[in-house]
């Protein structure tokens, strides 16, 4: 890991002041144009102070790694870790190529060891934690930044695109395609609008709906997964492989929680969102409910509708 991502050259950031790109070094933090980049360790900040909500939000890191991999029953426990995302990377994406890893939080082991990697993200201090692992750090609104045209060979990330709204989705896709090597990889794991019985249910107090499950983790971008994979491919990305998941009216654990407040109305509410903490701070009844669910997805899952899912995970391709 260390030495994949420590001989990483700095892929080019477009300067803020004349527009120009300039390849970086914790030695060299200015432009040609005299406008001075910020260093903080090895993360580079372009944002003028700390984001109101972002900001030491989400700090996870994912510890798991490539030794893992080789114990016996690891290629298995991959399938389940975080939906099967960092299996669905280690399928699509060549092995240490430069990958933008986007709202990177605290950084992944695993990813750190597949590529040369750059995080991205709004929070100083989870970068900070990334950038430990990665080659570089960039502290910055992805809508903001530019890279410069076919940096990186791959575009990832978990948890970040409902986030984005969607004229935003539509901006930051023209510029994955600019930033995309020809035949680049997009992998992205999100959550959708969910359609199905569970979520027809929650909707119908819009008030209790929007605290719950829109401005409580900021998911101001949600829309179904027919919408997202029909945005994908007017961007001109091709679906490579779609999965999607939690379409059960039987939820996983952070929406369990997220029921909190429907139980000022409802006494079930309130007993399924603590019975769903009690489950997600115990490992083994987290990991028995988790994988249930994730087998269920796998399996009879596939036969309900596309936009009964709540979580979608994609592979697209920019064509070569």
Not at 89 to 110: E, F, M, Q, W, Y
Not at 222 to 245: I, K, N, Q, T
């Given at each position: 890991?260390a030495?994949l991502n420590?001989a990483a050259e700095?892929?080019?950031v477009?300067?803020?002041?004349?527009a120009?790109y300039?390849e970086?070094d914790?030695?060299?933090?200015q432009c040609?144009?005299g406008?001075?980049f910020?260093?903080?360790?090895?993360v580079?900040?372009?944002?003028?102070?700390?984001?109101?909500?972002y900001?030491g939000r989400?700090?996870?890191e994912?510890?798991?790694?490539k030794r893992r991999?080789?114990r016996p029953g690891?290629r298995?426990?991959?399938?389940f870790?975080?939906y099967g995302y960092?299996e669905?990377?280690?399928?699509?994406?060549?092995a240490?190529g430069?990958?933008?890893?986007?709202?990177?939080?605290?950084?992944s082991?695993?990813l750190a060891?597949w590529?040369?990697?750059?995080?991205l993200?709004?929070s100083?201090p989870t970068?900070e934690?990334?950038?430990?692992?990665y080659a570089?750090?960039v502290?910055a609104?992805?809508c903001?930044v530019?890279f410069?045209?076919?940096?990186?060979?791959?575009i990832?990330s978990?948890f970040?695109?409902e986030h984005?709204?969607?004229?935003d989705?539509?901006?930051?896709l023209?510029?994955?395609?600019?930033?995309?090597?020809p035949?680049?990889?997009?992998?992205f794991?999100f959550?959708?609008?969910?359609?199905?019985?569970f979520f027809t249910?929650?909707?119908?107090d819009?008030?209790?709906?929007r605290?719950?499950?829109?401005e409580?983790?900021?998911?101001?971008?949600?829309?179904?997964?027919s919408?997202a994979l029909?945005?994908?491919?007017?961007?001109?990305?091709?679906v490579?492989r779609?999965h999607a998941?939690?379409?059960?009216?039987?939820q996983d654990l952070?929406?369990?929680?997220?029921?909190?407040?429907y139980g000022?109305?409802?006494r079930w509410a309130?007993?399924?969102?603590?019975?769903g903490k009690w489950?997600s701070?115990h490992r083994i009844?987290?990991?028995?409910?988790?994988g249930?669910?994730?087998?269920f997805?796998?399996t009879?899952?596939?036969?309900?509708?596309?936009?009964?899912?709540r979580?979608?995970?994609?592979?697209?391709e920019?064509p070569?």
């Amino acid at each position: 890991m260390a030495d994949l991502n420590n001989a990483a050259e700095v892929p080019a950031v477009q300067c803020p002041c004349c527009a120009s790109y300039v390849e970086l070094d914790p030695e060299r933090a200015q432009c040609s144009c005299g406008f001075e980049f910020r260093w903080r360790g090895r993360v580079i900040d372009l944002e003028t102070g700390p984001d109101s909500f972002y900001e030491g939000r989400y700090a996870n890191e994912v510890y798991f790694d490539k030794r893992r991999l080789e114990r016996p029953g690891g290629r298995l426990l991959l399938h389940f870790l975080v939906y099967g995302y960092y299996e669905a990377i280690l399928r699509s994406v060549p092995a240490g190529g430069r990958i933008l890893d986007i709202g990177c939080a605290g950084g992944s082991k695993l990813l750190a060891e597949w590529g040369r990697v750059t995080g991205l993200d709004l929070s100083l201090p989870t970068l900070e934690t990334a950038a430990s692992k990665y080659a570089w750090g960039v502290r910055a609104n992805a809508c903001r930044v530019e890279f410069a045209p076919a940096s990186f060979l791959a575009i990832v990330s978990c948890f970040f695109w409902e986030h984005m709204r969607p004229p935003d989705k539509d901006l930051l896709l023209e510029k994955f395609s600019r930033w995309l090597r020809p035949g680049g990889k997009v992998v992205f794991l999100f959550d959708v609008a969910s359609a199905n019985p569970f979520f027809t249910w929650t909707r119908k107090d819009p008030d209790l709906f929007r605290e719950a499950f829109i401005e409580h983790d900021g998911h101001y971008g949600l829309e179904p997964a027919s919408a997202a994979l029909r945005r994908f491919a007017e961007h001109g990305f091709s679906v490579c492989r779609w999965h999607a998941m939690i379409r059960s009216p039987v939820q996983d654990l952070p929406v369990l929680g997220w029921l909190e407040p429907y139980g000022r109305k409802h006494r079930w509410a309130q007993a399924v969102s603590r019975a769903g903490k009690w489950i997600s701070n115990h490992r083994i009844p987290n990991r028995l409910y988790t994988g249930s669910l994730q087998l269920f997805d796998d399996t009879l899952g596939r036969l309900l509708p596309l936009d009964w899912s709540r979580i979608l995970l994609v592979v697209l391709e920019k064509p070569a």
